[in-house]
């Protein structure tokens, strides 16, 4: 069973940073492309980030583009997403998943597993 586990939301004045953590089980983590993606009340589910499996190829939303970084630890089973320069339009539950597609992928429909979601909030 695919378990994903999400860690690091909180609370941060605009212009802080956070780094989110998500923790892979139940599957060969090293082969998924991992992403991110946030929920803000009232709003679509909309992706943030994604990573490929190998590393080599990273896809960014344009609205995080700059700010954002993503990156995977294999041997911990486990992917980050760094966020500097936090706006309050960055507030949203921010949900980890897994695909199991070759590409990078950035469309809900091409993950196979999510997890629960880590709420960040950003005040000004």
């Known amino acids: 069973q695919v378990q994903l586990v999400e860690s690091g939301g909180g609370l941060v004045q605009a212009g802080g940073s956070l780094r989110l953590s998500c923790a892979a089980s139940?599957?060969?983590?090293?082969?998924?492309?991992m992403g991110w993606f946030r929920q803000a009340p009232g709003k679509e589910r909309e992706f943030v980030a994604a990573?490929?499996?190998?590393?080599?190829?990273?896809v960014f939303a344009d609205s995080v583009k700059g700010r954002f970084t993503i990156s995977r630890d294999n041997a911990k089973n486990t992917v980050y997403l760094q966020m500097n320069s936090l706006k309050p339009d960055d507030t949203a539950v921010y949900y980890c998943?897994?695909?199991?597609?070759?590409?990078?992928?950035?469309?809900?429909?091409?993950?196979?597993?999510w997890g629960q979601g880590t709420q960040v909030t950003v005040s000004s």
């Open positions: 139940g599957l060969t983590f090293s082969r998924y492309t």
């Open positions: 998943a897994a695909s199991r597609a070759i590409l990078v992928v950035t469309t809900r429909d091409r993950y196979d597993a």
């Open positions: 990573i490929k499996w190998s590393t080599s190829s990273t």
